[in-house]
């Protein structure tokens, strides 16, 4: 244990640890003193232009909500309802509803006074980062309304001054640009320039830090680069400023690129590290308001991502050869190294996905490597995921070759030998991929999961997916046992895996039977 904590916490910077004590012993100072914030300052509310923006996922209808396929109907409303978990206490707390098509600006204004009423006892609400989200989403509804309510202001600007102090540098990460985009955006709704300034001094600094030279994110999550996106959409949407907009330009159009050449043609992402469906906007309407915005959206040529993107006979194929994500903040990760999926205009190879982020054997099980499409050697995971959102030792992934045709990479994630694989394109119908164990002898597993929705059989050492012949030379072993398959939180389906076992060399061949 001892050793696990210290390959977690040898990696985080300096800042996450001064401001992760400094937030505790000031939070225990001021409830032993009877601190409490004074929000003397408003101003008035400022009249913003915008364009039209992605309306949210309908979640709330009276006093029912629902979040990660979750429903709860409240008598009154509970703000700190906790028994569905913390995320969807957060996302109670988020506020999106405002902004979803069937909300009239009267059910609106009733939500937000109920919420106003009992914001000085509530405990998740008050935290920065559902300050962050509700903060845009308010002014988003007071805008798209026309409201004018100085009680609602004060109450929003207090929540602002709130944030202001509360930044969460011990994150950082996702969580730090979040706190910037609604700095940003409230400083501007209020005419504050220190807000405002703020938080743009913070969207620049980390835009550069987290956005990677072929425009990914660099927590590595699909669906985090959506929810990203969109709020920096939104920035260039309220920002006014010519040098602000040309920055935020530039990073929104570099992050399109990525986000463009990573859909697939279904219009899916791959639901890599932490996705999952319906809960960021799809890459539809997230291009559709990028060209509302005049904005481009090309290609991006991937490279530091660690992704790299084939195509096989109109079939596509994502591999994954970078490092699990940011050292400081690998929360989100996977123990996934060389995972792939493929689709077929519908997902054929898939990775198994998340279906919760509690802190449960089913959130150590998806985050694993046995639930990837990849290699385990003696049932053990490349790097130690653990406690739902920490990664204590990890290995190295070095890259041997990255051409058109034929990816070659090794990781050093097994105390027992180097995983080398190797994935060479044969022609427009074929692709081989080839794993190698070398070092001490040791029990290599590759496990491949399929869609629940494509058909699999087994015949000797070959298996066929619907229209694909999957070819295997110097196995041992090949099985199909059935797992959990999940594309949204908490719905589970049943998918089809292989099993497939050798001894230090495995080649598979991946074929296109017919069309």
């Given at each position: 244990m001892l050793s696990r904590y210290y390959h977690t916490l040898k990696h985080l910077k300096l800042k996450q640890i001064f401001f992760q004590?400094?937030?505790?012993?000031?939070?225990?100072?001021?409830?032993?003193?009877?601190?409490?914030?004074?929000?003397?300052?408003?101003?008035?509310?400022?009249?913003?232009s915008f364009t039209e923006w992605i309306p949210a996922y309908e979640s709330c209808h009276k006093n029912t909500f629902t979040f990660l396929n979750l429903p709860v109907t409240f008598e009154k409303i509970n703000w700190d309802y906790a028994l569905n978990g913390k995320l969807w206490t957060y996302n109670l707390n988020y506020f999106d509803f405002l902004n979803q098509p069937s909300m009239t600006k009267e059910e609106g204004l009733i939500l937000i006074q109920n919420f106003k009423a009992q914001l000085p006892q509530l405990k998740n609400a008050n935290e920065p980062y559902p300050i962050s989200l509700r903060g845009i989403n308010w002014i988003k509804f007071i805008l798209k309304h026309k409201i004018q309510d100085k009680e609602i202001d004060q109450s929003l600007y207090s929540q602002y001054c709130i944030l202001k102090n509360h930044i969460e540098y011990h994150l950082l990460g996702n969580h730090l640009l979040e706190n910037a985009f609604a700095l940003y955006i409230g400083g501007l709704y209020f005419n504050d320039a220190q807000l405002k300034n703020k938080g743009f001094s913070l969207i620049s600094k980390e835009l550069k830090e987290q956005i990677l030279m072929d425009g990914g994110h660099f927590e590595l999550s699909p669906m985090y680069h959506q929810i990203i996106l969109c709020r920096l959409l939104d920035c260039y949407n309220f920002s006014k400023e010519k040098n602000e907009k040309a920055f935020l330009k530039s990073y929104a159009e570099k992050m399109l690129a990525w986000l463009n050449t990573?859909?697939?043609?279904?219009?899916?992402?791959?639901l890599l590290n932490d996705s999952a469906k319906n809960i960021a906007p799809n890459s539809k309407e997230i291009f559709a308001?990028?060209?509302?915005?005049?904005?481009?959206?090309?290609?991006?040529?991937?490279?530091?991502?660690?992704?790299?993107?084939?195509?096989?006979?109109?079939?596509?194929?994502?591999?994954?050869?970078?490092?699990?994500?940011?050292?400081?903040?690998?929360?989100?990760?996977h123990a996934d190294i060389f995972n792939f999926v493929l689709y077929d205009q519908q997902p054929v190879i898939v990775d198994s996905g998340i279906s919760t982020y509690e802190k449960n054997h089913k959130r150590e099980e998806e985050r694993s490597t046995q639930s990837h499409n990849t290699v385990t050697v003696n049932g053990e995971n490349q790097v130690d995921t653990w406690g739902g959102f920490r990664v204590g030792k990890r290995c190295i992934v070095k890259v041997d070759l990255d051409h058109k045709d034929e990816i070659e990479a090794q990781h050093n994630g097994y105390a027992a030998c180097i995983h080398y694989r190797n994935w060479k394109k044969i022609n427009d119908i074929e692709f081989l991929i080839h794993d190698e164990l070398e070092g001490k002898?040791?029990?290599?597993?590759?496990?491949?999961?399929?869609?629940?929705?494509?058909?699999?059989?087994?015949?000797?050492?070959s298996i066929q997916a619907d229209s694909w012949i999957i070819s295997f030379t110097k196995v041992k072993t090949l099985s199909l046992q059935k797992y959990s398959y999940t594309e949204e939180f908490n719905i589970l389906e049943e998918g089809t895996k292989a099993i497939i076992?050798?001894?230090?060399?495995?080649?598979?061949?991946?074929?296109r039977a017919t069309k």
């Open positions: 004590l400094y937030y505790k012993f000031r939070t225990l100072f001021r409830k032993f003193s009877g601190y409490q914030p004074k929000f003397n300052k408003y101003k008035e509310g400022n009249i913003l990573m859909t697939m043609q279904n219009g899916d992402v791959p308001f990028a060209k509302r915005l005049n904005l481009t959206t090309s290609t991006a040529l991937l490279s530091d991502s660690g992704y790299r993107k084939w195509n096989i006979d109109g079939a596509e194929l994502i591999m994954d050869i970078g490092k699990i994500g940011p050292d400081y903040i690998p929360g989100h990760a002898a040791s029990k290599g597993t590759f496990h491949l999961h399929f869609h629940p929705a494509v058909t699999v059989s087994v015949n000797n050492n076992e050798f001894e230090s060399e495995l080649t598979t061949s991946v074929t």
